[in-house]
């Protein structure tokens, strides 16, 4: 089983501020990563897939890039939105895979 | 408008079952995987199975730890996929999510890009 590994945890920010949340698995998933966001109470929405393509209406301020092991995902400048959980998957190998998530919070 | 409706979630004894439904409207259901994603309260997404479209010769593929337990199956003329969940345990007490795959690329299963609201499935005596 291919292990996602998340980091931080948790992050706090404000507004405005750029930030980057990595994705590291355990073995190569070549560019087979995708990336969500999920509010509470809400299902996840599809940010970014294979990596580095944003999904139908995601903002461009969102971004993805990496490659085999270690991957990222960048908000160029946090709206108040923005603030969710984030989780990575993967999808080179069964079973699929999902990180434990990063935690975005408001500082 | 491309949306997915589960159904089927409840309250279960342990050792009950239960068969949960996700009904598709807006697109091709046959051409695509269909997903059912879990998520226990407070925890993270797990994935729970997938059947394949018709790319994929409508292949299934579970999660170890509900092997032999679940299955998956799909009724395409009814654009619905169902989970039977039998031997439910206290740990399978999660909300599950119903997932289409993107339309991305020809290999595999793409990331999911459209998911329903989920259906709470509550394992207790």
């Known amino acids: 089983e291919i292990v996602l590994t998340q980091s931080p945890a948790t992050l706090s920010l404000s507004p405005g501020e750029r930030v980057t949340l990595s994705c590291r698995a355990s073995q190569s998933v070549i560019t087979y990563l995708a990336w969500y966001q999920q509010k509470p109470g809400q299902a996840p929405r599809l940010l970014i897939y294979d990596a580095s393509n944003r999904a139908t209406g995601i903002p461009a301020r969102f971004s993805g890039s990496g490659s085999g092991t270690d991957f990222t995902l960048t908000i160029s400048s946090l709206e108040p939105e923005d603030f969710a959980f984030y989780y990575c998957q993967q999808r080179r190998d069964w079973p699929i895979t999902f990180g434990q998530g990063t935690r975005l919070e408001i500082k | 408008e491309v949306q997915l409706l589960e159904s089927g979630g409840g309250l279960v004894q342990p050792g009950g079952s239960l068969r949960l439904s996700c009904a598709a409207s807006?697109?091709?259901?046959?051409?695509?995987?269909m997903t059912w994603v879990r998520q226990a309260p407070g925890k993270g997404l797990e994935w729970v199975s997938t059947?394949?479209?018709?790319?994929?010769?409508?292949?299934?593929h579970f999660a170890d730890f509900v092997k032999g337990r679940f299955t998956i199956s799909r009724d395409n003329p009814q654009n619905t996929v169902y989970l039977q969940m039998n031997s439910l345990r206290a740990e399978d007490m999660a909300v599950y999510f119903c997932?289409?795959?993107?339309?991305?690329?020809?290999?595999?299963?793409?990331?999911?890009?459209?998911w329903g609201q989920g259906t709470m499935v509550t394992v207790s005596s």
């Open positions: 997932a289409k795959e993107g339309d991305y690329t020809q290999l595999g299963v793409n990331a999911f890009d459209i």
């Open positions: 807006g697109f091709t259901f046959t051409t695509y995987a």
């Open positions: 059947i394949t479209g018709s790319r994929g010769g409508y292949s299934t």
